[in-house]
């Protein structure tokens, strides 16, 4: 079975401060691992996801996200918050091939707030 | 990327009724996902809907309380039925296009009273 933790419900942070939102995740062989965020009343974006290759996934508005096997996490990184960064981040797990479920289980979500 | 039109946005419904929400995507897709996020919580899995075959349900989910259909490659539907309040929530279809990636409805949301 697949799942994600997102062992922190709210962090904040200072605008102009760097910003780190954990997620560690279980699945059996390779995942595949997304990050989503939900601002108030309004549907998922997609920010950002990790199929293979570099370790250091680049997605929008500035995100990134690290991959890191041995610890099984996939961290949401920002070098610089804005008030505007703050939202409900979910990060998410697909069990990769040769599964072909496509089932996309998600973490119970961080709610980050950031500060003037 | 695909496009998924979700209908009703919204709705207010007495307990003991039915709602069916029903998903449209611009393109044929084998599955299609079925997603509830109760006030303040997480997105949960209810069940994936494959065209022409029964859909399958996580576990916690029952087809007497959530049926799916899924007549073809472009449309599905969920019917929430026998609702009360403990129902009130968003739900969410989303289907899985290329290189893995996932487009998502705009959401129902759903009050019972």
């Known amino acids: 079975a697949q799942s994600v933790a997102q062992p922190e419900d709210q962090v904040n942070v200072a605008e102009g401060n760097p910003l780190t939102v954990k997620c560690t995740y279980s699945?059996?062989?390779?995942?595949?691992l997304f990050w989503y965020v939900q601002y108030p009343n309004r549907g998922l974006q997609f920010l950002l996801k990790?199929?293979?290759?570099?370790?250091l996934v680049k997605g929008s508005y500035g995100f990134e996200a690290e991959f890191n096997k041995s610890q099984t996490s996939f961290h949401l990184k920002k070098p610089s918050a804005l008030v505007s960064d703050s939202a409900l981040y979910f990060c998410?797990?697909?069990?990769?091939?040769?599964?072909?479920?496509?089932?996309?289980?998600f973490g119970q979500g961080t709610t980050l707030q950031v500060k003037p | 990327s695909a496009v998924i039109s979700q209908k009703p946005s919204r709705d207010i419904c007495q307990r003991g009724t039915s709602l069916t929400i029903q998903c449209q995507v611009d393109?044929?897709?084998?599955?299609m996902f079925w997603y509830r996020q109760q006030p303040g919580q997480s997105l949960t899995l209810i069940a994936t809907?494959?065209?022409?075959?029964?859909?399958?349900?996580e576990s916690g989910f029952v087809i007497d309380k959530f049926p799916i259909s899924r007549p073809n490659l472009t449309f599905s539907t969920l019917t929430v039925s026998n609702m009360s309040p403990e129902d009130s929530s968003i739900y969410l279809c989303?289907?899985?296009?290329?290189?893995?990636?996932?487009?998502f409805g705009s959401g129902t949301r759903l009050t019972v009273v």
């Open positions: 809907a494959n065209q022409g075959s029964e859909a399958t349900y």
């Open positions: 393109s044929q897709v084998t599955m």
């Open positions: 998410a797990v697909r069990q990769g091939l040769p599964s072909n479920t496509g089932k996309l289980i």
């Open positions: 990790y199929i293979t290759g570099d370790n």
């Open positions: 699945v059996s062989g390779n995942p595949y």
């Open positions: 989303s289907v899985e296009i290329s290189v893995y990636g996932y487009t």
